[in-house]
C-alpha cells in the first residue's frame, strides 16, 4: 500500500492561483488537506462562539478536604485543575500539549496523585506521580507501551495497572509504589488484550480483576497481588456467555461484600452483592435497564447510576435496603460517579441538551445538590438550545429502532444530519451537543442520532443483532430512518446528510455505497473503509476483541463476506460528495483506512475532501484541530447540504 503520508503528500489540492476573494483560515503545518477549498475567514467569525465552550469532569476527591480534582481545558487540551470550593476558582495543576486523560489522589495522602497521558492520540497512556508541593511528574511506566487502569490500594502503598510492555498485544498486571519508581514489577502475566483491573480489598492482599473478551462476554477473577494467584469467581451460565462490568469490594475484608455489575439471568446489567465468605448472591436493582456506573461508600452505601433510555437516574442503597432514587437531578446523562472520602457526598459529573458537562455532588441523606463547577458556554444563552425529541421507526423485519431528533426553531422543511454513534456496541445519548448546536440554531438543519440494532442499552439480544453475518443489517436500520424521514412533514428528505465517527464512520461508508440516490452528501470521521483490511491492521491488542463483533477475517466464508459489503469494494457506487477525517496516529482505525478510501474514489468523484492531523489519534482532541474541522465542516454542508449541490 505504500506509506500513506507520502502517499496523501502527493494527492494534496494546492491552493488556487492568485489572491484569494476574501481572507481565509490558515491551515496548520500538521494538517494535511486535499480536496479541501480555502475555508474564508467569515466562517470562523461566524461560528467562533461555538468552539468556546468548556465542559468539567470529576476525577477525584480530595482524601481530607472537601475539595475535588477535575479535568477541564483552558488551552489547547485538558489538564487536571483543583477546584477547593463548589464554584470555586479553577486552579490549574498540570500543562502538557497533551490531554491528561484520568486522575486519583494517593487515598492516604494528599501530597500526590497520579494520572495519566498518551502522545498524539496513540492511546500508549504511560502514568505518572504528581507532587502537589512543586508541580513535578515522574514518569513510573516504561514510555513507550500501553499502559492503563491505575487502580490504588486502600493504604496508598501501591497502584495495580496492566501493560503490554511485554508482547505489544497481551495486558498483564503490574504493581508499583508511586513514590519508588524502581519498584514497578510484574505481578501475573496474561494472554489477550482484555485484562483490566477493577478493585483492591480493604486488606490490600487481593484484587477483583476482569476479562474482557466481547460486549457479550467476560469474566471476574479474583488476583492475590503478592503471589500472582488468580482463580475465577464469575463466568459462563453453562454455555451461555454472560456479560460483567465494574466489580468493587464492599468495606469487610473478610465477607465484602463483592458489587458487580452483570446481565446474567437477564437482559440488563443488574447490580449485584456477594458474600465472598459464604457464596451469597443478592440482587440490588431492578430487571430492567442497564446499571451503567456504580460506587461503594467507606460505609458499605452503594451509589449507582441506571441507564432509562439514554437519560441518567441516581439510586442509593445500604448494603441490605431499598435503593432510593435521589430527585432534584437534572435530566441529563452522568459519569464519574464517586462518593467523597468521608461518606457524606457523592460526586459526579452530569451534561445535558442545555448544558455542557459540569461537576456536581449530592447529599443522599438531605437530597441537597451542589454544583461545583459552571463550564463557559462561549457567552451563548444554553437554555434556548432545543432539547432533542425521542423518535422511533420499523426497520426492514419489523423491528423498532429509535433515536433522538434535535429540530431547528424554523417553520418548513428542514435538512437533516443523521450522525451514527460509534462502537459499534455503544449508544447514542442525549448530552450536550457542543458545536452541532451551530447547524441546529444557526444553519436550520436537524440533526438525528439513531441507535441501530447492536446499540447498548436496549438488552443483550438487541446488542448481538449485528454481528457477523448480521452486519447488513443494521445498515438496513438507516435505510429504514431514510423511509420515516421520507413520511415526516417537517423534514427534508431531499437533502439528508450523513455522518459518524469510528463505527458510525464505516456505517456513513456503508449508507453511501447503499442509498446514494437517498442522501445528498457523506462525512465519515475515523471509519473503516474496509472491515478486513481494518481487522487485519488494528493494533494486535484490539485484534481479537474485534473479532467477536466482526468476525474473523481469517475464515474463508467470512472473509468473503466482509469483502463484499466492503465500501471500499463498492467505492464506484458512492458518487456523493465525501468529506473523509482521520487522525494519522490512530491505533484503532489505521490511518491506512482513509487514505486507501480516498485513493480509490478520487478518480471517480470529484467531490471528494480529505483532512488529516499528523498529531491526532482516533478523532481530533486538541482544540485547534477540532475547530479547523469544524469550519471546514460548515463549508461542507454549506456547499453540499444547504445549496444547489445538496439537492441535485
Not at 366 to 383: D, F, H, I, P, Y
Request: charged residues 20%; aromatic residues 10%; glycine residues 10%.
Amino acid at each position: 500500500m505504500g506509506n500513506p503520508l507520502l502517499l496523501l503528500a502527493a494527492l494534496t489540492t494546492q491552493a488556487p492561483q492568485g489572491a484569494p476573494q476574501e481572507p481565509v483560515v490558515p491551515v496548520a503545518d500538521n494538517l494535511i488537506v486535499q480536496g479541501v477549498p480555502p475555508i474564508p475567514r467569515t466562517i470562523a467569525e461566524q461560528v467562533g462562539r461555538y468552539t468556546e465552550f468548556r465542559a468539567a469532569g470529576l476525577q477525584d476527591w480530595h482524601p481530607q478536604r472537601r475539595e475535588v480534582l477535575i479535568s477541564t481545558r483552558f488551552g489547547n487540551t485538558a489538564q487536571v485543575h483543583r477546584v477547593a470550593m463548589p464554584l470555586g476558582m479553577r486552579k490549574q495543576l498540570t500543562f502538557f500539549p497533551e490531554a491528561v486523560s484520568s486522575a486519583q489522589f494517593n487515598p492516604r495522602d494528599p501530597k500526590s496523585f497520579v494520572f495519566t497521558r498518551d502522545v498524539g492520540g496513540n492511546e500508549n497512556f504511560q502514568i505518572y506521580r504528581y507532587d502537589v508541593a512543586n508541580g513535578e511528574s515522574t514518569l513510573l511506566t516504561d514510555g513507550k507501551s500501553k499502559n492503563e487502569d491505575p487502580v490504588w490500594s486502600p493504604d496508598g502503598n501501591f497502584i495495580l495497572y496492566v501493560s503490554s510492555r511485554r508482547t505489544g498485544q497481551d495486558n498483564d498486571f503490574y504493581i508499583v509504589d508511586p513514590r519508588h519508581p524502581s519498584s514497578d514489577h510484574m505481578v501475573l502475566e496474561r494472554k489477550g488484550g482484555g485484562w483490566y483491573p477493577m478493585d483492591v480489598a480493604k486488606d490490600g492482599k487481593t484484587a477483583v480483576v476482569l476479562e474482557y473478551k466481547s460486549i457479550n462476554e467476560s469474566s471476574l477473577h479474583l488476583l492475590n497481588v503478592k503471589s500472582g494467584e488468580i482463580k475465577e469467581i464469575a463466568g459462563k451460565n453453562g454455555d451461555e456467555p454472560v456479560s460483567y462490568g465494574g466489580a468493587e469490594f464492599g468495606p469487610d475484608p473478610v465477607t465484602g461484600p463483592l458489587y458487580y455489575t452483570t446481565d446474567r439471568g437477564g437482559e440488563f446489567q443488574r447490580l449485584h452483592a456477594r458474600n465472598l465468605s459464604t457464596g451469597a448472591d443478592r440482587v440490588i436493582s431492578d430487571e430492567f435497564w442497564d446499571v451503567e456506573a456504580f460506587d461503594v461508600s467507606p460505609q458499605g452505601e452503594i451509589a449507582y447510576v441506571q441507564n432509562v433510555e439514554g437519560a441518567s437516574l441516581l439510586y442509593v442503597a445500604s448494603s441490605n435496603g431499598k435503593p432510593r432514587l435521589m430527585r432534584g437531578i437534572p435530566t441529563g446523562v452522568m459519569s464519574g460517579l464517586k462518593w467523597s472520602p468521608d461518606g457524606r457526598e457523592i460526586g459526579f459529573s452530569l451534561s445535558s441538551a442545555q448544558s455542557s458537562s459540569d461537576v456536581y455532588s449530592i447529599n443522599p441523606r438531605t437530597q441537597r445538590l451542589t454544583r461545583w463547577t459552571e463550564s463557559e458556554t462561549g457567552g451563548l444563552n444554553t437554555e434556548k438550545f432545543v432539547a432533542p425529541e425521542l423518535v422511533r421507526w420499523k426497520s426492514f423485519d419489523g423491528r423498532e429502532i429509535s433515536g433522538f431528533l434535535y429540530r431547528p426553531r424554523k417553520a418548513g422543511k428542514v435538512p437533516v444530519i443523521i450522525n451514527i454513534h460509534g462502537g459499534p456496541e455503544s449508544q447514542y445519548r442525549p448530552g450536550f451537543l457542543g458545536r452541532t448546536n451551530y447547524y441546529i440554531n444557526e444553519l436550520g438543519v436537524a440533526v438525528l442520532f439513531p441507535n441501530v440494532r447492536g446499540s447498548s442499552g436496549y438488552g443483550k439480544t438487541f446488542l448481538k443483532l449485528d454481528n457477523g453475518f448480521q452486519r447488513e443489517d443494521s445498515y438496513k436500520d438507516i435505510g429504514a430512518l431514510l423511509d420515516w424521514i421520507g413520511a415526516q412533514p417537517g423534514l427534508d428528505a431531499s437533502k439528508v446528510m450523513v455522518t459518524g465517527g469510528s463505527y458510525g464512520g464505516h456505517m456513513t461508508f456503508a449508507v453511501s455505497y447503499l442509498y446514494p440516490d437517498r442522501i445528498a452528501a457523506a462525512l465519515p470521521v475515523v471509519g473503516m473503509s474496509n472491515l478486513v483490511t481494518f481487522l487485519e491492521n488494528t493494533s494486535a491488542y484490539r485484534r481479537d476483541l474485534r473479532r467477536v463483533e466482526y468476525g474473523d477475517e481469517r475464515d474463508p466464508k467470512m472473509r468473503e463476506f466482509l469483502l463484499r459489503i466492503a465500501p471500499l469494494n463498492n467505492a464506484s457506487k458512492i458518487t456523493r460528495p465525501t468529506f473523509v477525517v482521520q487522525g494519522v496516529n490512530d491505533p484503532r482505525v489505521p490511518y491506512s483506512e482513509a487514505t486507501q478510501f480516498v485513493e480509490k474514489i478520487k478518480a471517480i468523484n470529484p467531490n471528494v475532501w480529505f483532512l488529516a492531523a499528523k498529531d491526532e489519534g482516533h478523532g481530533f482532541a486538541k482544540k485547534n484541530n477540532a475547530d479547523f474541522q469544524f469550519y471546514a465542516t460548515v463549508a461542507f454542508i454549506q456547499r453540499f447540504l444547504l445549496g444547489d449541490a445538496g439537492s441535485q
